[in-house]
């Protein structure tokens, strides 16, 4: 040994790193004993604080002269070094981590062991022959010390189980730290002369245990994010419950209890803004009542009855600390936040969920209405003008030439109007229909189809002219839209034209889609129009004209391209032609087969 | 082939008394032969007159029924479905006029054991065309049961 004077300043040195070690743990824990007084911040303070005490007691120059303010002095450290392991003893019972029985019997034990001491006549010096008294009584102190501190350090090491990943780590530090303790001080009062070196390994030894103790109470954010994982792993399994629950009693149950256990609550209650409680375990909800006062959003309230209550935009979600309450920190309470805010958002999709669903019902409702309304309209409107037409016909076959002059005229007119009132039935339950009650779809040349349409109506307008040129798609599509469609577009743009009216109907390719053009010579649309020429019973000439038609034709075919996923628009006429208009349709390419010129016939494959 | 010595008796189910005079109108127009044509109005007069009870108890049973779907007390496709369960009416011809042409409709009257369809708004010119092609199908091309 080179210099006597080094290991003392080791062993001042790491005394003082203890007793800095030991008052950062007393500071913390008053703060936390300020925020929640429970019994357990109060015996680990005493833990500390006696602890704080004893390393503060090697600092104080008391000579060792064997006057009686040393043996006082000595008396008090031994007493207050006695407390420790008790103090230990049940900060663990305060958890529930040992049992009455052992709590009592160290109780014992400490009362026995303290009597001893303050009953003694003097301590040997160091160097002393130690009588047989004394031997017995370390031998008791150490034996003391030893079974309470292991008491101690196994019921805590054991108490996390089952608890959420932090609070079993914690607990299984503050074991090992209290073990740590207990046995360097067993070493070193077991030890009648210890040198210096060997007082420097003990105090270190002892400074470790005390570090220990220090790190599960003020849990430094590396080891809580390091021990946070597996919880983490439940909270996103809970998350993803909660993002799949489509009523507010479905997020409790995927909530509550995964709360209760994520924070190792002794409880957790998911309550309503009604005071209705979704769902709760271990709490009454008798408990629950007293919620509704003026939290914001977001805030975590401690009730009344200790509970921490976290106000969401919809209710609360409520949590009463379990025993291992004290050691939660600000972490816990955000952790708290951030599952309140996802059941918050879970909740909030749920009356989404449910305000869709009404209306839904609604409009489920409405259009069961309107299915009863199309019966009705279909059947009873549709009798008068049947009779009308009926009586009309009956006139005109046995009662011809009766009525003279503007007598006839009025007839005329009357059947004209009936004719027409017959046509806006129809074309209104048509309209009605297209998308409701589709019929089936099949494959279907576009091209042979217009050419056949373009015939009949070719033989309605005889002036005109048709054609139906170029290649066409095949489409999947029903035979019977497909002809409404047509008629409508190839009979307006025939009776739309002045004069001899020259009509085109052409497709072309787009991207996978198709094109389907017809096009007239006709006075054309202004385009201020041509939107809402699509809008029903809109015409654009006055209703008396002498061009037929009930004004549903483009609303008709608008929804029958819409219903295919298609859209239409009108244009002006093709380059070249001074007035006209052109319809345009684009077809998805979901329904396009092929294509097929409309000048080969369609060639059918036999099965 | 020997020509039917009974007149052609044909039954008219029609609550709207306009279209039962067209109908009835339409059929003596169009058959050549004897007709004898009765109207009922609601579908349980059409019950009892087919099953020859009350005030139908002397009734002979047609040989063909015109069918209209909306009726009082029993509608059309109620009677068809009573009509084809019971052994001694299912086998009389019924033709469905109805001034509905829902797929529905349509579907369950055959659904139902209609033997044709046909809808009031065919012709626009009225029911005298409609209802004539009808007529002059069922009753000089098409061989009709005698009834039980």
Known sequence: MSSPAQPTVLLHLAQGFELLVCATVIVVLVRLRRERRSPATSWALAVFGVLGLVLAAAFVPVKDDGSLLRHGFTVVLVCLLLVVPYALLMFARSLTAVGPWTARAGLILTGALVIATLASPRFPQPGEARGTWFTVYVLLLVVGWALQSIAAARGLWSAGRGQPAIVRNRMRVLGAGALVVAADLVSSGSSATPSTAAQVVTTLIGACGIVLLALAFVLPDWLRASWRGADLADLAATERRLMSAVSPQEVAIASVPAVAQLFGAGGAALVDDTGAVLAAVGLEPTELVGLNDNALEGDVIVTSGGLFACRLSIGWLVVRPGVFAPLYGRAELSLLDRVASFVDLALQRCLLFQSEATSRAAAEAANTELQTLLYSVSHDLRNPIISVLGYLDVLAQEHEGELKGEGQHYLDRISVNAVYMQHLIQDLLELSRIGRSEPAAQALSLGALAKSVAEEIHAMHPTSTISVDGAFPVLWFSELRARQLLTNLIDNAAKHSVGAAQVRVTAETSGSGAVLLVSDTGRGIPPAYREKAFDVFERLDAAHTDVPGTGMGLPICKRIVEAAGGTITLEGPPPGVPTGTTVRIALPGSIVQGWHDAALPLVKEKA | ?148
């Open chain 2, 1 to 148: 082939m020997t020509p039917p010595t009974v007149p052609a008796r044909v039954l008219l189910a029609e609550d709207n008394s306009d279209h039962a005079f067209f109908t009835t109108r339409a059929f003596h127009e169009a058959h050549s032969g004897d007709l004898d044509m009765h109207t009922v109005t609601d579908g349980e007069q059409l019950l009892d007159y087919l099953r020859q009870r009350g005030d139908y108890a002397d009734a002979l049973r047609p040989h063909l029924v015109v069918l209209d779907l909306k009726m009082p007390k029993k509608n059309g496709l109620e009677v068809l479905a009573e009509m084809r369960q019971d052994e001694e009416l299912s086998r009389i011809p019924v033709v469905v006029l109805s001034s509905s042409d829902r797929v529905e409709d349509i579907s369950e009257s055959y659904a139902r054991g209609a033997n044709s369809y046909v809808t009031k708004a065919a012709s626009l010119t009225g029911l005298r065309e409609g209802v004539g092609e009808l007529a002059r199908y069922w009753m000089d091309i098409a061989s009709l049961p005698e009834p039980a």
